[in-house]
C-alpha cells in the first residue's frame, strides 16, 4: 500500500478521494503503451580483454544512471553535454512515465556502468534511436552497444526501419559512415527535428557480421554479476569541469 500524500501547502494528509482524482489525473498524463519483446543479455569481449555483459536495464537502475549522467550535461568535449542533458531528461521520462514506449540497455563491465543506450518505438514497424554514451572509452563501448540497439529494434522488436541522428562528428563517424546509414531527411528526427537518416533490415543484415557482436546465452553467473550496476570512475572525463563541479554540485 503506497503511504498516505501530504499537502504541504495546506498542512494536512489528502483525502482518500483527493488521492483518488491524483490517480485518475496520472493516468490521463501517461502514455499509452505497446508491448516489447525483452532484448535477450549478451557478452561482448572487448579489444583490452575484459567481458561486457549488455542487459536490458531496469527502471530502479535509472537513479544511479542519473546520478552518473548529471555532471557529464557539463563536459562540453565530444558533446558530452548535449546527449547526457538529452539521455538525461529521457530516463527521467521513462520513469516517470512521461516518454512513450522507451527502452534503455547497458553495458556492463566487472559489475560497472560502461555506457548507456536508449530509444523509442515510434509505432510497430518505426523505431526511433536516442543515445548512446560511452562512459569507458578507448575500447569502443559505444559502438557495441549502438550494435545491440539496432539488434534488438530489427530482430527483437521486429522493426523495419530505425531513425537515427547524430549529435557529434564522433557519432556521425560511428554510424552514418561506418553502417553506413542512408539519408531520410523528410523524417524530422525528435531530437532537435535534425534531418533523420535511417537503418533499414536490409542495412542491418548488410552491417551485422561487420559491427554486431556478442555471445549468447549469458551464464547465471555472469549475469548476477551485471546487479547492481554500480557507478564508474569518471575522474578522468571530468577533468575539464573539475573547477566548477564541486560548485555546481
Ligand atoms: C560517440 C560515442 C558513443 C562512441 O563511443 P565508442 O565507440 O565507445 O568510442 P570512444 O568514445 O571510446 O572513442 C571515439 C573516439 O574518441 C577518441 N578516444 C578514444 N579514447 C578516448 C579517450 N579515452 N578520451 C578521449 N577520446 C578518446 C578516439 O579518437 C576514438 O576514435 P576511434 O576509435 O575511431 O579512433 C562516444 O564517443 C560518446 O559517448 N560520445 C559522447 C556522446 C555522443 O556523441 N553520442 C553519440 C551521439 S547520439
Not at 19 to 32: F, G, H, N, Q
Not at 180 to 194: C, I, M, N, R, T
Request: aromatic share 8%; hydrophobic share 40%.
Amino acid at each position: 500500500m503506497s503511504p498516505p500524500v501530504y499537502d504541504w501547502d495546506a498542512d494536512e494528509y489528502l483525502t482518500s478521494e483527493e488521492e483518488r482524482m491524483i490517480d485518475e489525473l496520472e493516468a490521463m498524463l501517461r502514455p499509452p503503451a505497446l508491448p516489447m519483446a525483452p532484448y535477450p543479455p549478451k557478452s561482448v569481449l572487448l579489444a583490452s580483454g575484459e567481458t561486457m555483459v549488455v542487459r536490458q536495464a531496469l527502471v530502479e537502475e535509472v537513479d544511479l544512471m542519473l546520478k552518473v549522467i548529471q555532471p557529464l550535461s557539463w563536459v562540453t568535449r565530444d558533446f558530452y553535454d548535449i546527449v547526457s542533458a538529452r539521455l538525461f531528461a529521457e530516463l527521467l521520462g521513462w520513469k516517470t512515465h512521461r516518454v512513450r514506449d522507451e527502452y534503455c540497455l547497458v553495458g556492463v563491465i566487472d559489475g560497472v556502468l560502461a555506457g548507456i543506450v536508449n530509444g523509442r518505438l515510434f509505432d510497430e514497424k518505426h523505431g526511433v534511436s536516442f543515445h548512446t554514451l560511452t562512459l569507458k572509452r578507448g575500447l569502443r563501448v559505444g559502438s557495441h552497444l549502438f550494435a545491440s540497439k539496432m539488434e534488438h529494434h530489427i530482430e527483437y522488436l521486429g522493426q523495419d526501419e530505425v531513425w537515427i541522428v547524430a549529435e557529434s562528428p564522433i557519432g556521425h563517424r560511428r554510424w552514418m559512415i561506418e553502417y553506413p546509414l542512408e539519408k531520410k531527411f523528410e523524417v524530422q528526427h525528435e531530437l532537435g527535428g535534425a534531418p533523420a537518416w535511417v537503418l533499414t533490415r536490409d542495412t542491418y543484415f548488410k552491417a551485422k557480421s561487420r559491427l554486431v557482436t556478442g555471445t549468447r546465452p549469458v551464464s547465471d553467473e555472469l549475469l548476477a554479476k551485471s546487479y547492481p550496476l554500480r557507478e564508474p570512475d569518471l575522474r578522468v572525463m571530468l577533468t575539464q569541469i573539475e573547477h566548477t563541479l564541486e560548485a555546481r554540485v
